[in-house]
């Protein structure tokens, strides 16, 4: 193939998103002949968004001193600008600081009142967003008076993704938020260039679930995944974007797709060693197999998050507790709580994980505490997501001292409060609490129609460890079989006893054969087997056949 041809082929690669064909037409057309300043730039990005990081760097160093041979001191800026960033991203804070070093130097000397005057103070802006908020929002605000002034697209997404971060990090989250939506709305415009688009999406969506806007962060991971499915080969982001779908969906009821969508994760990002976001990953994947009983596979998950970099809790100590050792579980919630360093997303965790911990461990003035300020931080943010879990555990406190009217009426509202957030295993959690706290009033039809509910959800779910604790509270013997079955369940094992198929059992019960599996899988956790044939001889010797 000509060499024109190649260049042209790569920067229509470019023009289409597709990465990996746009870095494979220029890099060939570069090897041939050294390509020029702006398809340097062009094979520079391709790397990049295709996880090319070292290439990626000298090629972007290439088109810098290629722009600046030619007079183009305004790009030569912008190469050193991202070059800055990327690097910095990468945690090469040195080297990525020479770079901006590099780049300001220049505009001093060369382009006084340019728009890459603006870029260049980004990097101070997001370093003060951490030490001094007020700070940060008097640089963004000039940022953005610039980006208007030139009116840069890049610039216009990033200053006002920084003036919204700013304001959120002083309390005000509602300008915060309008500031970051119009950063958004740059962004899906199509104006704004890959790597700042990529570097927007993301940002969003962690302030949106740093102040427990989860409609928001469900509305722009959305987008996130949208826009990554464009792009062909792409590597930053996508991973991250995973993460973030899998923990929405896990919060909505949707497990199995959320474990795909960390399966996927993990896949994507395991072509990215050392990359961070594969703790977040395998955090998320312990998360879902501690909840679903599989506890050996959850702790080796933790684990893994562990080597990554990620804190194990509050969902190692949540392990702990499920498996009976109610002090390692204090113990550890103990010390993570008494961090300062967490944010409010993580210390929420922390302390719904540590109040049911306590009272385990007979801490009931620990646990109060805790529910305390879990109260407050509801208070601080507004956030339905946050006001459910305040009352979920201030509704634990008042059954495990007694005070169970109170309890029932306090549960409930939070009860309505995850209806509201659409969490349906949350609110299933409840309704065992409140069934526990209705027996102890000696109404006993309406413990047991809260634990029915209840069933049904953690069935849907596969959470095993949640059924046996249903079979446990239950006074219903008569509609709970040996090893806390389900009705449902027992007729499944009824008809595995006798031999048939998973499509034989769904027409016989009128139900699907994803549901039959689902029941099998559910009773073989319940009863500690590991196989059909194993059931069924349980089902021969407990009369169930």
Request: charged letters at 20%; aromatic letters at 6%.
């Amino acid at each position: 193939m000509a060499i024109t041809e190649s260049i042209e082929r790569g920067r229509a690669a470019c023009a289409q998103y597709a990465w990996d064909d746009a870095y494979q037409f220029l890099s060939d057309a570069d090897r041939a002949c050294p390509l020029e300043a702006a398809d340097l730039e062009r094979l520079g990005v391709a790397a990049y968004l295709t996880g090319r990081d070292e290439a990626a760097v000298e090629d972007l160093e290439r088109a810098y001193q290629a722009f600046l041979g030619q007079g183009g001191i305004g790009r030569s800026v912008r190469c050193a600008f991202w070059l800055g960033i990327t690097l910095i991203l990468r945690g090469q804070h040195a080297r990525g600081g020479g770079w901006l070093g590099r780049a300001q130097r220049l505009v001093d000397e060369r382009l006084p009142g340019s728009v890459e005057q603006g870029y260049l103070m980004v990097p101070a802006g997001l370093q003060a967003l951490h030490e001094d908020p007020a700070t940060a929002r008097e640089i963004f605000g000039k940022v953005v008076a610039i980006a208007n002034e030139f009116d840069d697209a890049d610039l216009t997404a990033l200053s006002r993704l920084g003036l919204g971060q700013a304001l959120v990090a002083m309390g005000e989250a509602a300008r915060g938020v309008a500031m970051l939506d119009e950063a958004m709305l740059c962004v899906t415009t199509g104006d704004v260039s890959p790597i700042a688009a990529g570097i927007v999406y993301c940002a969003v969506i962690l302030a949106c679930r740093d102040i427990f806007d989860l409609g928001r962060a469900q509305e722009w991971t959305a987008a996130l995944s949208q826009w990554c499915s464009k792009q062909q080969g792409l590597k930053p982001y996508r991973g991250q974007c995973l993460v973030h779908r899998s923990e929405i969906m896990q919060l909505h009821g949707q497990w199995e797709d959320a474990m795909v969508e960390i399966h996927r994760a993990c896949e994507h990002l395991s072509a990215q060693p050392g990359n961070p976001v594969m703790g977040m990953a395998q955090y998320q994947r312990a998360e879902i197999l501690r909840l679903r009983g599989k506890y050996a596979d959850a702790e080796d998950a933790y684990r893994e998050a562990a080597a990554y970099g990620h804190n194990m809790h509050p969902g190692l100590a949540l392990l702990r507790l499920a498996q009976g050792h109610t002090q390692d579980a204090y113990a550890a919630i103990r010390r993570v709580l008494s961090d300062a360093a967490e944010g409010p997303v993580e210390r929420s965790k922390i302390l719904a994980a540590y109040v049911p911990i306590a009272l385990a461990a007979g801490d009931r003035n620990g646990a109060k505490l805790a529910a305390q300020d879990l109260s407050e931080l509801a208070e601080q943010f507004g956030s339905p997501y946050l006001q459910a879990m305040a009352g979920s555990v201030h509704g634990m406190i008042l059954v495990n001292e007694g005070d169970y009217t109170p309890a029932c009426a306090t549960l409930r509202a939070a009860w309505l409060a995850w209806q509201e957030v659409e969490a349906p295993y949350e609110g299933a959690r409840l309704r065992v609490i409140m069934a526990r706290a209705y027996h102890a009033l000696g109404d006993h039809d309406t413990a047991e129609m809260e634990l029915d509910a209840a069933a049904h959800v953690f069935e849907q779910l596969g959470a095993a460890p949640d059924l046996r604790e249903i079979a446990e509270v239950s006074r219903r013997s008569a509609a709970r079989t040996p090893g806390g079955l389900s009705a449902r369940e027992a007729e499944v094992l009824r008809l595995v006893a006798t031999g048939v198929t998973n499509r034989e059992i769904a027409n016989s019960l009128v139900i699907s054969e994803k549901t039959v599996s689902r029941h099998i899988s559910n009773i073989l956790t319940k009863l500690g087997l590991s196989s059909r044939t194993a059931a069924a001889a349980y089902a021969y010797d407990n009369d169930l056949a």
